[in-house]
T-cell receptor
Framework: AQTVTQSQPEMSVQEAETVTLSCTYD???????LFWYKQPPSRQMILVIR??????QNATENRFSVNFQKAAKSFSLKISDSQLGDTAMYFC???????????????FGKGTRLSVIA | DTGVSQDPRHKITKRGQNVTFRCDPI?????LYWYRQTLGQGPEFLTY????????KSRLLSDRFSAERPKGSFSTLEIQRTEQGDSAMYLC???????????FGPGTRLLVL
């Protein structure tokens, strides 16, 4: 079975600064995907960024980028130029690839609560 | 594309009552997932469908829980004889399969008194 560990229950960052959230995972699968989701207070889960395990290049989405270290099974999220609207719970998630159909249930970490301070 | 919708958004019930939640996925998404999220935790998988077929059920899904997706469109999750431990946020997500990500609805928050 797959497990996802987020070792930082809470973090804070000053507005406009950079912050990195950690995630490690354990799997024996070779084909899988990794995701970061954001859940603002009392609002729905939003996809932030995704990474295919077969790709060596780290994914980026505007101010969000990942550092994917496959051998170390590490998948950290870097948020640059932090904004007040980035305040949220951030969840790291793992999805194994199933044949050609791809999509299987997500396995989530416990989350990191990020507060951006003005 | 109106996103995933869930109804109701909040439900308060007494222990022992039955409740039913509905999820409408993004149109043309053939996969639909149910997750449960308790306070301070990440979502945990319950069950998922490809079209109308229920492909997998988690061990979390006791026999008091049943899910359906008639005609491969919306889905319902029913909890019979609710218990206080069922209090949680119930999340629905959909995807188009393949390598696509899952997109979540706003959730139904259940409180069992």
């Amino acid at each position: 079975a797959q497990t996802v560990t987020q070792s930082q229950p809470e973090m804070s960052v000053q507005e406009a600064e950079t912050v990195t959230l950690s995630c490690t995972y354990d799997t024996s699968e070779s084909n899988y995907y990794l995701f970061w989701y954001k859940q603002p207070p009392s609002r729905q889960m939003i996809l932030v960024i995704r990474q295919e395990a077969y790709k060596q290049q780290n994914a980026t989405e505007n101010r969000f980028s990942v550092n994917f270290q496959k051998a170390a099974k590490s998948f950290s999220l870097k948020i640059s130029d932090s904004q007040l609207g980035d305040t949220a719970m951030y969840f790291c998630a793992f999805m194994k690839q199933k044949g050609n159909s791809g999509n299987t249930p997500l396995v989530f970490g416990k989350g990191t609560r990020l507060s951006v301070i003005a | 594309d109106t996103g995933v919708s869930q109804d109701p958004r909040h439900k308060i019930t007494k222990r022992g009552q039955n409740v039913t939640f509905r999820c409408d996925p993004i149109s043309e998404h053939n996969r639909l997932y149910w997750y449960r999220q308790t306070l301070g935790q990440g979502p945990e998988f319950l069950t998922y469908f490809q079209n109308e077929a229920q492909l997998e059920k988690s061990r979390l899904l006791s026999d008091r829980f049943s899910a359906e997706r008639p005609k491969g469109s919306f889905s319902t999750l029913e909890i019979q004889r609710t218990e206080q431990g069922d209090s949680a946020m119930y999340l629905c997500a959909s995807s188009s399969g393949g390598r696509q990500a899952q997109y979540f609805g706003p959730g139904t928050r259940l409180l069992v008194l």
